[in-house]
Every structure is written in structure tokens, then in C-alpha cells.
């Protein structure tokens, strides 16, 4: 356990910029934390439902197999509701840092597109669940790297309403309304082989991130000594970004900078000297940490196409 004095040092802002001033190659690892700070829903713990159904039992292959159009719906409303999000100075905060340090790779397990959207380099940049803006077939090779189309098909025009009445949920999203039941040949079928259904290219629950992703992180760790692993929007204690974490720190000197909403007494008992922990909302704080390298963060370039 950390005494208040290191506890001091852990969360210095100056001697963060000390060592990140030093730092050519950072690692970061982003989760939904993230993109909470876009008012996207993380769909995690207590509140973890959608329409009474647990998030997490929706996003499996078996549910897609038992229930399709109720999976898609889902999909369709998270498509939706990111298309809706803008990404926020933290996303463009990361993407101005790749620009200025070429040492930097950032790994998301968000599939919103928001890191995109903020222009971060995309050889920078490994979306480690995938896309909620990628098709594929759910057999076959075939694969739509991008797809905005909202809704996707008219079967899931009701994931792509805008409520009607704020002070009321919206109908997609209360329980007490029955939703129409979603035939698969309303879906959309994959083109090529005719037969299958097009899916969500997202990492579902049971499912095995892509391989050659997986080897070009592995080897761009092995490569050189990593200066620093920011964590940003997730715990620094849980998979995959402690799995990470202790990858970087078997090459070197590793500072360990965890960036969440909420960071527990166990996440500051396991910091080693020389790591951080900023508690807080990461669209504040990571634009103020990273000013030294990156300054003034003006953001909001892309959206004029996105509001048609
Ligand atoms: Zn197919």
C-alpha cells in the first residue's frame, strides 16, 4: 500500500510531465471510460441493461444465433447512438500525440469509431474489439470495413429514432413496450455468399481477437523498452491492460499512468515508484497531461460532415 507521501508523488502532475517530456515510446490502453466523457453508455455493471436484457448476454454468438433481429437491434441503437456521440478532447488529445510522438501506439477496446473520428493515425492506432461500423457475414470472408448507413435496414429503423418526447424514454428502450419481432429475411444478408447473415464486426464474448493484430502489438512491444503505458478510461489492474502493463515492464523501466473515473485503493496499492494515477474524468485530464507534448488541443475538425 502506497503512503500519502508517495501517494503525493503518484499523482503529480509535474513530475508526470517530467517523465512523459522524456517518453518516446507510449503504449496507451483506452476503454469505455473514454468515451463515457461522449455520453456513450458503457453498458457495464449496475445499469449494465438494455431493454432487461444484460448487455453482456446479448453480445455472444449464441444469442446472435438464438435471436438476430433482437441482437441487431441492439447493435443498431449502439450504431446509432455513436454516430450521434462526438469524440471528445481526450480522443483528440491521443490523436495529437501520435502526431507528435511516433513512438506511440494506441490500443482501444472501443468499438465506437470516436478515435477515428478524431483523426488518430491509423497505423497508430489497434482497435482491439473492432468496429461497430464494420459488417461482416457470419460465415463467410466477406467483410464491409465501413458502414454508417442509419438505420442499417429498415427492420432496424426503430434503433435509429430520435425520441419524440424527452421526458419519456425512448419506445426502443422501454420495457414495457413490446418490440416487433424481426424476421431474418428482414436482416441484411451478406452479399457474396447470399445465404448467411451480414453480423456486427465486433469481438463477441467467447470470440478470439483478430491474430494479426494481436502479433503486431506483441511485436511492437518486443521491439524496444516501452517508456510508459497510459491507461485511460479503465483499470490498470484488469485484463487487457494489466495484461500489458506487466508485458511493458519486462523490458525496462516502465511508468504505469492510470487515467479513470474511479481509481480503488488496490489500483493505488499495486503503483511501483515512478508510476501515476489521475482520478478523474479523462476528457479533462488528459488534455492537461499531455499539454506539454502535444499544447493546446483544438478538436472538432472532422464534424461538419457527420451532422447530414
Ligand atoms: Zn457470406
Redesign the pocket.
Known amino acids: 500500500m502506497a503512503s500519502s507521501a508517495s501517494r503525493a508523488a503518484l499523482s503529480s502532475i509535474p513530475l508526470f510531465h517530467e517523465k512523459l517530456l522524456k517518453s518516446n515510446r507510449i503504449l496507451a490502453v483506452c476503454g469505455a471510460g473514454l468515451s463515457a466523457a461522449s455520453g456513450l453508455p458503457t453498458f457495464r455493471g449496475a445499469g449494465g441493461l438494455w431493454r432487461n436484457h444484460n448487455a453482456v448476454d446479448l453480445a455472444t454468438p449464441e444469442a446472435f444465433d438464438a435471436d438476430p433481429g433482437l441482437v441487431w437491434l441492439f447493435y443498431a441503437y449502439r450504431r446509432h447512438m455513436a454516430l450521434t456521440a462526438k469524440p471528445n478532447p481526450a480522443h483528440y488529445a491521443l490523436a495529437e500525440l501520435a502526431r507528435k510522438r511516433p513512438g506511440f501506439k494506441c490500443l482501444s477496446q472501443n468499438v465506437d469509431n470516436l478515435h477515428v473520428r478524431a483523426n488518430h493515425p491509423s497505423d497508430q492506432l489497434s482497435l482491439l474489439h473492432g468496429s461497430l461500423f464494420t459488417l461482416k457475414?457470419t460465415?463467410?470472408s466477406?467483410k464491409d470495413p465501413y458502414n454508417i448507413a442509419d438505420p442499417l435496414c429498415p427492420a432496424l429503423a426503430p434503433a435509429a429514432e430520435s425520441n419524440p418526447d424527452p421526458t419519456k424514454p425512448l419506445p426502443l428502450l422501454d420495457p414495457a413496450q413490446p418490440l416487433a419481432e424481426i424476421r431474418e429475411s428482414e436482416l441484411p444478408h451478406?452479399p457474396?455468399?447470399k445465404?448467411?447473415l451480414q453480423r456486427p464486426g465486433v469481438v463477441w464474448f467467447g470470440e478470439m481477437l483478430d491474430e494479426d493484430m494481436l502479433d503486431d502489438i506483441e511485436e511492437w512491444i518486443e521491439k524496444e523498452p516501452v517508456d510508459m503505458v497510459l491507461v485511460v478510461g479503465t483499470s490498470s489492474a484488469v485484463y487487457p491492460a494489466a495484461g500489458y502493463a506487466e508485458r511493458a515492464r519486462t523490458k525496462g523501466r516502465t511508468s504505469v499512468v492510470t487515467v479513470n473515473l474511479e481509481i480503488t485503493e488496490e489500483d493505488w496499492g499495486r503503483m511501483r515508484k515512478g508510476d501515476f494515477g489521475f482520478e478523474g474524468d479523462a476528457s479533462l485530464l488528459l488534455p492537461e497531461l499531455l499539454r506539454p507534448v502535444i499544447g493546446e488541443v483544438k478538436g472538432e475538425e472532422e464534424e461538419e460532415e457527420v451532422e447530414g
Do not use: H, I, K, Q
Open positions: 457475414c460465415t463467410c466477406w451478406c457474396d455468399c445465404t448467411e
